[in-house]
């Protein structure tokens, strides 16, 4: 009898469906709670009066810059352990966590230092002049605000490592408890106590070292693929933080340059009156949410593209490439669907004039049009890459797309054609439609590969 030929069998996928499932829910979860608890903090700071509000304000456009770098390092360093646990080299992996921990801990606390040195810098220059309670405010908030750097460093840190391990339950259970703390703090000192900034500044701290206390115990566990080891071994490891830092600093440079843009434009906006600055506040607000989905996916996609790098699996990265592109997308329909139909009961929530109304309410249609369009090749797409080392093309084209159609082309849309804040937002559309087409290009040439196979 003539033998039968054995066929080859198909190669595992790294995450099955119930994998992503439950990588994806909780990162949407986490997100979502991020922005609503963000909306009702700002809230419960406007009863202390509206000097309380710039101030916080103020203080927060530099916290985001910072908080943004420590992201970004955490994602390279989760990248760098993701790849070895594509590689299924344990201990590799172990060892990359462990020096992100060590290497984001020790350089927050330089960037803590450095906040508290040049504090009255920050003040009275960068800040410009101030009136003296607002100053006052802006003093007491940031004294307190900064000494959460490192621990907020940390938590970002171990929550990254989570999502790479696959187990995003972890991080969205420290997220919950540190939001919920940040908000029943806040009640209690603003309106109880009458604690004022500082009431809004005490719990932000005790909620981010709480956070970053239950992400290290989670990482002590012995059944997970990256473990914090005990004793910690506090000597740095060169090549390895360097590897990080080729793909945590350009990162890093992109968030910087990306709010920096966001900071030029507003003052563009403040031009334009009470109304245009009121309709762009909102519309920030609201499209947080619209955009949330998408930026829950961006997660997921450094988790999952990073273990098929280490993998060498070039199948399998474009496979959970179109795979997690195609749930972006579906996701991002439905929310921005549900979110367009909820505008007109949104926006009456908010008590506005119906000129700010007006602007506010075409902001909102045109960025949830767009989200569900091109967004995702924008900002989710360009993770894929990040994931595939080639972290330095993503911020050339974020970079100079920032800077040429969202801020440049800004201007002309909304001082030379008259569009008013308007044309700031379609520039910013402009600016996805540029991206998105590199994004799309470098992933079909292939040109990642030189980056992502290189270095395994």
Not at 205 to 232: D, E, H, K, T
Not at 256 to 284: C, D, E, H, R, Y
Not at 388 to 410: E, H, K, P, Y
Request: glycine share 8%.
């Amino acid at each position: 009898m003539q033998k039968q030929a054995v066929l080859p069998q198909p190669r595992s996928r790294l995450f099955d469906n119930s994998a992503l499932f439950h990588l994806i829910l909780p990162l949407i979860i986490e997100q979502f709670l991020t922005i609503a608890v963000g909306m009702v903090d700002s809230v419960m700071v406007s009863s202390v009066g509206e000097a309380a509000v710039s101030a916080v304000s103020l203080v927060d456009t530099v916290n985001v810059l910072i908080v943004n770098l420590f992201s970004a390092l955490a994602t390279g360093g989760a990248v760098v352990a993701g790849q070895y646990l594509g590689r299924e080299d344990r201990s590799q992996a172990d060892k990359a966590g462990n020096q992100l921990l060590l290497f984001t801990g020790a350089a927050a606390l330089v960037v803590m230092m450095l906040v508290y040195l040049g504090k009255n810098l920050l003040l009275d220059v960068v800040f410009g002049h101030l009136d003296p309670d607002v100053r006052a405010f802006c003093n007491t908030y940031l004294l307190i605000v900064s000494a959460s750097i490192p621990f907020i460093a940390i938590y970002n840190s171990g929550a990254a490592l989570f999502r790479v391990m696959g187990n995003s339950n972890v991080s969205m259970i420290v997220s919950i408890v540190m939001n919920t703390v940040n908000i029943a703090g806040n009640a209690f000192l603003i309106y109880r106590l009458r604690m004022g900034v500082a009431g809004a500044a005490i719990p932000t701290l005790i909620s981010r070292i709480l956070a970053a206390g239950m992400i290290l115990v989670f990482l002590r566990r012995p059944a997970q693929a990256i473990r914090l080891r005990i004793p910690f071994d506090f000597h740095f490891d060169r090549d390895m933080v360097m590897r990080i830092l080729r793909l945590g600093v350009p990162s890093g440079l992109e968030n910087s340059m990306f709010q920096l843009g966001k900071i030029v434009l507003l003052s563009l906006v403040a031009t334009f009156g009470t109304a245009s600055i009121a309709a762009n506040a909102v519309g920030n607000s609201v499209c947080s949410f619209q955009s949330l989905a998408g930026m829950a996916m961006s997660m997921a996609m450094v988790a999952v593209i990073s273990r098929c790098v280490g993998a060498g699996d070039e199948e399998q990265i474009r496979y959970y490439i179109r795979k997690l592109m195609v749930i972006c997308y579906a996701v991002m329909i439905a929310t921005n669907l549900l979110i367009l139909l909820a505008i007109p009961f949104i926006l009456r929530a908010y008590n506005l004039s119906p000129e700010t109304m007006t602007m506010a309410r075409q902001v909102l249609m045109l960025h949830g049009a767009f989200c569900c369009l091109i967004w995702p090749l924008s900002f989710t797409l360009p993770n894929a890459l990040r994931a595939a080392n080639d972290v330095r093309f993503s911020m050339i084209v974020s970079v100079v797309s920032m800077w040429l159609f969202r801020v440049i082309c800004g201007f002309f849309f909304a001082t030379t054609l008259g569009m008013g804040m308007f044309g700031t937002w379609v520039a910013m559309i402009v600016d996805w439609g540029f991206r998105s087409a590199f994004f799309v290009y470098r992933i079909r040439s292939g040109g990642w590969k030189r980056t992502a196979f290189d270095r395994l």
